[in-house]
């Protein structure tokens, strides 16, 4: 009885030291951006090449920027954000 106890002890406590032991990787991380432009953003503040993007994370762009995901996994994904022209905007003096 006493060795079943041990055994469902050392068991339990492997189970929960398991999760302790790292990858060496962020398991939330998704990739890094590269970003062109002024107005990119992550979670709604402004951003620049190299922010990390974390599983949860809200990504975009405004106008005249784009910006690059590059995944963990080496795979890329992209986005264009073109100018806009407001309704209020004036043309410009020649």
Not at 61 to 81: F, K, P, Q
């Amino acid at each position: 009885m006493k060795r079943r106890i041990l055994a469902i002890a050392i068991a339990t406590l492997g189970g929960a030291l398991a999760g302790c032991v790292s990858t060496g990787r962020d398991q939330s991380l998704i990739g890094t951006l590269e970003v062109y432009g002024e107005n990119a953003y992550r979670n709604k503040q402004p951003v620049g090449s190299g922010a990390r993007v974390n599983d949860g994370d809200t990504i975009s762009t405004g106008d005249d920027t784009s910006m690059r995901l590059n995944l963990v996994d080496g795979a890329s994904s992209s986005s264009t954000r073109t100018p806009t022209r407001s309704s209020c905007a004036r043309p410009r003096a020649s």
